[in-house]
């Protein structure tokens, strides 16, 4: 496809120079983005030796010469424990990197020597590309700063449905007796805060994604502070604000609404303000298959979260001028990730279903005229794809080793192609195993279609 004429010209006068770009790895609690970021460095360091990456033309063409991590912007946040995750999964046996618990950054130097190297151009070429992990738990929160306490309490009220009602049983019994005009009681606040935190955890266990606040369920040094005693007031009306708004000061009302307003500023904002905001380009990663397992309520619940999700980002064109000021993510992937759990021919269909999963945040960015492309990929890929033939006819399988141990030779499922009807999981539903990841024979780790992806992260950097 040919390109508009501004962006050769601007492709003419970039080709080759260093240049620096913010990636925002987007994704819920565990749909796999320590993984997705170990596999990148990983492959990124092995490129143009052991590392398979033939989608991405500047590999295929020999241009690209490895990357190395170099000194990070921000000195006072954690390093990204690639190291870490790496001996893990050299480990006897292989392991998964640990859950992510806190923030960490990686800044990459990625070297490559640009595809026609001309007058005056440098040999080789910088790409310093700036990433950084974070529990995704708290990422769920980034919706929070669109509401104020009341309009927040609404919304939580109209989450979910029956199954999830049910783990909040017991805090739905004790705040239904509460008088937001009443006077605060620490001691009750703090157990009702329990109570609703209990709740979201439980949500969680269940395959719930859309939990709000995100600190609630993972506080880091917040634990036992009282910025984390709060909890929305079920029942309240739009209507009723005027009235709410006058109540004193140590009613209930107004304290958790104090509270509220003190999780915003000084636990959610920062976080935005220091980690999520100028982007250049995004990937969402959303781990379809593990909610097509859950089934119907947890799934719709994850399409939810990932929608009032997405509108915290900034998305848009970015001229010459306005990158200068505020990047803007110009380009983003979605990716279905783990799709080393179902058999290659099954991939399609995990990619339009992934597509109706965010059917809505695509019209959007798709009215905004930014290019998305969507995918599934594995970051580390734990099963082989086999073909198995029984009395005569062939079928495809795959041979994977299990948490526990046991080498199994197993058909998942068919993936549907778009939101399964009600009777798809009483009928069938989908089930797999969860894998461990293989022994390493290479340096670099195996993995589906991480070429792809970089590819679109990135590679129009590369030339
Ligand atoms: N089979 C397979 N499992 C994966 C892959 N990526 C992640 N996982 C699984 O998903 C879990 C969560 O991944 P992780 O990267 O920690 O998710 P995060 O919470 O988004 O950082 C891992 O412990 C693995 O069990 C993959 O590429 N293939
Ligand atoms: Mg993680």
């Known amino acids: 496809m040919r390109q508009p004429l501004h962006r050769e010209l601007y492709n003419l006068l970039e080709r080759g120079r260093d240049r620096q770009l913010r990636l925002a790895v987007t994704g819920l609690s565990r749909a796999g983005k320590t993984a997705f970021l170990t596999s990148l460095v990983n492959q990124l360091r092995h490129a143009g030796l052991e590392a398979r990456l033939d989608l991405l033309p500047a590999a295929r063409e020999g241009r690209l010469l490895g990357a190395q991590r170099i000194e990070q912007q921000d000195l006072g946040i954690p390093r990204f424990p690639y190291d870490q995750a790496m001996a893990a999964l050299d480990a006897i046996p292989p392991r998964w990197p640990d859950p992510t618990r806190g923030i960490s950054e990686l ?123 709060f909890f929305p007031l079920p029942g309240l009306d739009e209507s009723q604000r005027n009235e709410l708004e006058a109540l004193p000061a140590h009613s209930l009302y107004a304290t958790l609404a104090k509270r509220f307003r003190y999780y915003q500023q000084h636990v959610v904002k920062p976080f935005y303000r220091d980690h999520f905001r100028h982007f250049d380009r995004q990937i969402v990663l959303v781990d379809v298959l593990g909610a097509l397992n859950a089934g119907p309520e947890r799934f719709e619940d994850l399409s939810h979260a990932l929608r009032l999700l997405m509108q915290s980002f900034d998305y848009g064109k970015r001229s010459l001028l306005s990158r200068l000021f505020a990047p803007r993510i110009d380009r983003l992937t979605i990716a279905a990730t783990k799709a080393d759990h179902v058999t290659p021919e099954q991939h399609p269909n995990l990619v339009s279903l992934l597509e109706s999963l965010l059917a809505e945040p695509l019209q959007d960015l798709r009215f905004a005229d930014i290019p998305v492309k969507a995918l599934s990929l594995a970051a580390i890929r734990a099963t082989q794809a086999r073909e198995v033939t029984q009395q005569g006819r062939s079928s495809a399988a795959l041979r994977g080793t299990t948490l526990e141990g046991e080498e199994v030779l197993v058909y998942p499922g068919d993936v549907p192609q778009r939101l399964p009807p009600a009777n798809f999981w009483q009928r069938q539903g989908f089930d797999f195993p969860l894998f461990r990841p293989v022994e390493r024979h290479t340096a670099a780790l195996d993995h589906i279609r991480m070429d792809a992806a970089i590819d679109w992260l990135f590679g129009d950097k590369l030339i």
């Open 107 to 229: 800044r990459l130097e990625v070297r490559y020597r640009p595809a026609r190297s001309g007058w005056r151009q440098p040999e080789t070429a910088r790409l310093t590309l700036d990433l950084f992990d974070y529990p995704g738990e708290w990422l769920l929160d980034l919706p929070l700063l669109q509401h104020d306490f009341l309009s927040w309490s609404q919304a939580q009220a109209r989450v979910g449905g029956e199954q999830r009602q049910a783990m909040f049983s017991q805090w739905h019994q004790a705040v239904a007796a509460l008088d937001p005009a009443g006077d605060s009681d620490e001691a009750q606040l703090a157990e009702l805060a329990e109570q609703y935190a209990d709740g979201l955890r439980r949500a969680k266990v269940a395959g719930f994604s859309n939990l709000q606040p995100g600190r609630f369920l993972l506080p880091g040094e917040l634990e036992g502070a009282p910025v984390l005693q």
